[in-house]
């Protein structure tokens, strides 16, 4: 019943900006955390940011001082506002979260947003 639905991917100048949302909805889950990766050509998915329930944040190495995570209050729609945008940022960012459904551990991704980054 739970989904995750990325938006606000697409075709940005080197140098400009994106802004992502995701939403999950049939979220009954307990989220310990939000974040989103991404895949690009050639590579293996990688982890771009999370966040916590209680607000803590990690960014990987790339996205430090470049990419900002934030979730909204009640916890079932999170975004990534992306600056400064380079090419080699071109990847399809999905979102994710994890969680407990009672004592269940579980696992959500969206299906994917494709950002495109010009030279």
């Known amino acids: 019943q739970v989904q995750l639905v990325e938006s606000g991917g697409g075709l940005v100048q080197a140098g400009g900006s994106a802004y992502l949302s995701c939403t999950a909805s049939?979220?009954?889950?307990?989220?310990?955390?939000m974040g989103w990766y991404r895949q690009a050509p050639g590579k293996q998915r990688e982890l771009v940011a999370s966040?916590?329930?209680?607000?803590?944040?990690n960014y990987a190495d790339f996205a430090k001082g470049r990419f900002t995570i934030s979730k909204g209050d009640t916890g079932n729609t999170w975004y990534l506002q992306m600056n400064s945008l380079k090419p080699e940022d071109t990847a399809v960012y999905y979102c994710?979260?994890?969680?407990?459904?009672?004592?269940?551990?579980?696992?959500?991704w969206g299906r994917g947003t494709q950002v495109t980054v010009s030279s």
């Open positions: 994710n979260m994890g969680g407990y459904m009672g004592y269940q551990r579980n696992d959500y």
């Open positions: 049939g979220n009954s889950v307990r989220t310990i955390v």
């Open positions: 966040i916590t329930s209680g607000g803590n944040i």
